[in-house]
Nanobody
Framework: QVRMVESGGGLVQAGGSLRLSCVPS????????RAWFRQAPGKEREFVAA????????YYADSVKGRFTISRDNAKNTVSLQMNSLKPEDTAVYYC??????????????WGQGTQVTVSS
């Protein structure tokens, strides 16, 4: 079973930065759209950002626009999420996903186990 593998989570103070990375457990996903979602305690999972297979189109939730940047390196089979100006409300488990379409409402076929991001005030 192919899955995404996230890394880079941790504890950071408000205003700080973190960079999340995601690689597939096996296989090449250069032709797949990639996305990040997050789930805070007691809340539903929500879309954060997505990028199409070429990297030419990106999409962001309004709550992270201007602070987070999604990027990909198809040669390394990696997608990253640079998170700046972090806020306590960004605290959540962040999940990486891969699918056919880079759209906030699309279904994604492959998911990771998640990485915890905690922002202290």
């Amino acid at each position: 079973q192919v899955r995404m593998v996230e890394s880079g989570g941790g504890l950071v103070q408000a205003g700080g930065s973190l960079r999340l990375s995601c690689v597939p457990s096996r296989g090449t996903f250069s032709s797949y759209a990639r996305a990040w979602f997050r789930q805070a305690p007691g809340k539903e999972r929500e879309f954060v950002a997505a990028i199409n297979w070429t990297g030419g189109s990106t999409y962001y939730a309004d709550s992270v626009k201007g602070r987070f940047t999604i990027s990909r390196d198809n040669a390394k089979n990696t997608v990253s999420l640079q998170m700046n100006s972090l806020k306590p409300e960004d605290t959540a488990v962040y999940y990486c996903a891969a699918g056919a379409v880079a759209d906030p409402k699309a279904s994604y076929d492959y998911w990771g186990q998640g990485t915890q991001v905690t922002v202290s005030s």
